[in-house]
């Protein structure tokens, strides 16, 4: 096999591995799934165009010249999407240096290790922007049917900002490993995609918050302080913007500087990409070697599962981009809560659904992570304890985590008002206990690297689970405004989690 051979050999290898995980993920390894996920796909695809022409349909006529608030909101919702695709990219990048198990096979090809790294890199480039293309296809499609064909120039805005971010996502893995070392990376890497993602929204919010005492993010873009700092009207800042718009000069001036940079990082980078991949997969050592053997604690067996679990929970390096986004959409309604001590403000209102949310949401998936990614399930079964402790010991676990993460922002609520300090606490337990009690319904054996897949074990108890969170915030937010309807509310939820006992292989 020549070189040549080799090198396109790999390429289709690395797609055909793209195509696997994303297709094991959505289908959770069942080939029976597959008809039916494609199916679900686009029908998801066709209705989220009805949403999006609500929200974007009136700005397809937008024409040449613009004015700065207007180029300051496209601008803005670029730079949302290269966020992002940005932190999509760090976690590839991540996987790719510590979840990857074919080094040997890489090692062993005729072709020289720089150019196949240089084909690795390009593959997580390519998949990034295919995943950013089909999210985006709803609102391009409906600009285009609305605004005409120049808005297929957001496609190429969108294969730009790809490269650049895949580029960057390169970069910083590789800077946090040369600094950091590759034991502390694969963590370290987590939290800056998680930041990532949600920090420019969180910016903008906590802007908001101080400057108007709301939560809306096109206030603040919109405003003339906005307009004031923003550059002149002629700066390449503006180029993305009228990019999307079908400016042939600006999007092949994005597409040149995205391919330039991408380019760089390869040739850079593609050399020592081996070593890097290398040195991360020699940490598998336990990061105590060499010091003492510590001594059992006293307890109770209860207490050693609980301080098990909590170890499992501290050390999961994947859990911490899960979790951390939603933790961190909290700090807004944090900020919202602590301007309202000084203005009695009422919309202080909103914190308690986000929380409600927040708190149902984090739960399942700790919850998952305990009940159901149980990496020694046989170790544990042996243990002696009946099987009910064990469970009990889980759930234990799950609640004490929400209630340590949750209890500060209800006790600085007190302060601001106590009943809805009150209703919070109430429906935060609630709907904590409804996500934990859906995973146990639904309990299958998993490993806890399948996390990401947790999703696709059951669609059933995925929405059954999204619908008890949002039911419960709706309820909680409806108590605080109009408690009659609250009832409502309430009654419905819980005849969800009731449908769903019912049809779960718990009640079987």
């Not at 996920?37 to 009136?58: D, N, S």
């Not at 001036?253 to 760089?264: H, K, W």
């Not at 700090?331 to 914190?351: E, R, Y």
């Amino acid at each position: 096999m020549t070189s040549s051979t080799a090198l396109a050999w790999f390429a289709r290898h690395e797609i055909r591995l793209a195509w696997r995980e994303w297709m094991a993920m959505m289908t959770a390894g069942r080939r029976f799934r597959k008809r039916s996920t494609a199916i679900g796909l686009m029908v998801c695809v066709a209705i989220m165009h009805l949403p999006v022409y609500a929200v974007i349909g009136r700005f397809a006529d937008l024409q040449e010249p613009l004015d700065k608030p207007t180029l300051i909101v496209i601008t803005a919702c670029v730079f949302l999407a290269w966020l992002l695709m940005l932190s999509q990219a760090i976690e590839s990048v991540t996987r790719a240096f510590y979840a990857r198990a074919d080094l040997d096979l890489i090692m062993s090809s005729p072709t020289a290790l720089s150019n196949v790294f240089s084909v690795r890199i390009a593959a997580i480039a390519l998949t990034v922007i295919a995943m950013a293309l089909v999210l985006s296809m709803p609102f391009v499609n409906i600009l285009v049917l609305c605004g005409g064909v120049r808005w297929f120039a957001a496609y190429g805005v969108v294969v730009a900002i790809g490269f650049t971010a895949t580029a960057l996502a390169i970069a910083v893995t590789v800077a946090l490993f040369r600094s950091i070392g590759p034991g502390r990376t694969r963590l370290a890497a987590q939290i800056v995609a998680a930041v990532t993602g949600a920090g420019f929204v969180i910016a903008l919010q906590i802007a908001a918050i101080l400057s108007t005492g709301t939560l809306s993010r096109f206030a603040v873009l919109t405003s003339d302080a906005a307009a004031a700092f923003a550059p002149d009207l002629d700066s390449p800042t503006w180029w993305p913007a009228r990019a999307m718009l079908g400016d042939g000069e600006a999007l092949l001036a994005l597409l040149a500087a995205g391919l330039i940079l991408f380019g760089a990082a390869m040739a850079i980078y593609s050399p020592r990409f081996a070593d890097y991949v290398i040195r991360a997969s020699a940490i598998a050592a336990p990061a105590h070697r060499g010091r003492g053997a510590k001594p059992f604690r006293a307890g109770s067996r209860q207490q050693a599962l609980r301080r098990k679990e909590f170890v499992l929970l501290r050390r999961d390096p994947w859990l911490v981009s899960q979790t951390l986004m939603q933790l961190l959409y909290l700090v807004p309604p944090a900020l919202m809560l602590w301007q309202s001590f000084s203005d009695n403000s009422t919309g202080i209102l909103v914190i308690t659904p986000v929380i409600v949310m927040a708190a149902g949401q984090l739960a399942g998936g700790l919850a998952w992570l305990a009940i159901c990614g149980e990496d020694a399930a046989d170790l544990v079964a042996t243990a002696p304890l009946p099987a009910l402790l064990v469970t009990r010991a889980k759930i234990e676990v799950v609640l004490i985590g929400i209630g340590t993460i949750f209890a500060p922002l209800i006790i600085a609520l007190v302060f601001a008002s106590p009943l809805q300090a009150a209703v919070t606490a109430v429906a935060t337990a609630i709907a904590a206990a409804s996500a934990t009690a859906i995973q146990l319904w639904f309990r299958v054996r998993a490993r806890r690297s399948q996390f990401r897949r947790r999703q696709t074990a059951s669609r059933l108890a995925t929405f059954a689970e999204a619908f008890s969170s949002i039911g419960w915030a709706a309820t909680a937010a409806l108590a605080l405004a109009l408690p009659l309807f609250a009832i409502v509310t309430g009654l419905l939820t819980a005849g969800v989690l009731a449908a769903t006992w019912t049809i779960s292989p718990a009640h079987e």
